[in-house]
């Protein structure tokens, strides 16, 4: 079975600071990369996702990750955080193929704090 | 943009009581799931529902939960006798390839007193 690990549980970053978050997953075969964003009191969003092709993903808001396949990594990173950007930060993967109920496991987020 | 909506956004029960959560998915999506959030902690796998059967549920979906899709549009689920221990934000999202793009909800917060 597939897990996700982020290595990050809370960090605390200025506006307009470099992001990095951690992301890896273990899983033998081909997988999907997620990353979600929740906000306070809201649902997840989903930021970027890959399924294959240029390893480099961008997605909303100004966020890119970067699949490693070698080092089992899907890293999410922004150039300049906003204090708006303050949420918990969701990687996930699923397995499968179109036509598969495949679904999402979680890793234990990353509560990111931007401060003014 | 196409939403998927829960109902109710918060309800309280006591424990021992049923409680039914719906949701209603995007109307092109045929792939539905329900995902729970302990205070806290990550968001966790119950279940996955396609041509109406369930596909995959994880360990935590027991005996006391059930889904059921009443009347094509509706995805609910039950939890027949409340435990403390399933106080958490229950999260409904739906796909239309099952794969590749899942849309959530807001949630239902559950409390069980």
């Known amino acids: 079975a597939q897990s996700v690990s982020q290595h990050n549980h809370h960090v605390i970053l200025s506006e307009a600071a470099s992001l990095e978050l951690g992301c890896n997953y273990s899983?033998?075969?081909?997988?999907?990369l997620f990353w979600y964003v929740q906000y306070p009191g809201q649902h997840l969003q989903l930021l970027l996702k890959y399924f294959s092709g240029d390893p480099l993903v961008k997605g909303i808001k100004g966020f890119e990750a970067e699949f490693i396949k070698s080092k089992f990594s899907f890293n999410l990173r922004k150039p300049s955080v906003q204090w708006s950007d303050t949420a918990e930060y969701f990687c996930?993967?699923?397995?499968?193929?179109?036509?598969?109920?495949?679904?999402?496991?979680f890793g234990t987020g990353t509560r990111l704090q931007v401060t003014l | 943009e196409p939403e998927v909506t829960q109902t109710p956004s918060h309800q309280v029960t006591q424990m021992g009581q049923e409680v039914i959560l719906r949701c209603v998915p995007i109307?092109?999506?045929?792939?539905f799931y329900w995902y729970r959030q302990i205070l806290g902690q990550k968001v966790e796998f119950l279940v996955s529902f396609y041509n109406n059967e369930i596909s995959e549920k994880s360990e935590i979906f027991d005996d006391q939960f059930s889904v059921e899709r009443p009347d094509g549009s509706n995805f609910t689920l039950k939890i027949r006798s409340t435990k403390l221990e399933d106080s958490a934000m229950y999260f409904c999202?739906?796909?239309?390839?099952?794969?590749?793009?899942?849309?959530f909800g807001s949630g239902t917060r559950l409390t069980v007193v």
């Open positions: 899983y033998g075969g081909t997988v999907n």
């Open positions: 999202a739906s796909s239309d390839t099952g794969v590749y793009g899942y849309t």
């Open positions: 996930a993967v699923n397995v499968g193929n179109t036509g598969t109920a495949s679904k999402l496991t």
């Open positions: 109307s092109n999506h045929l792939y």
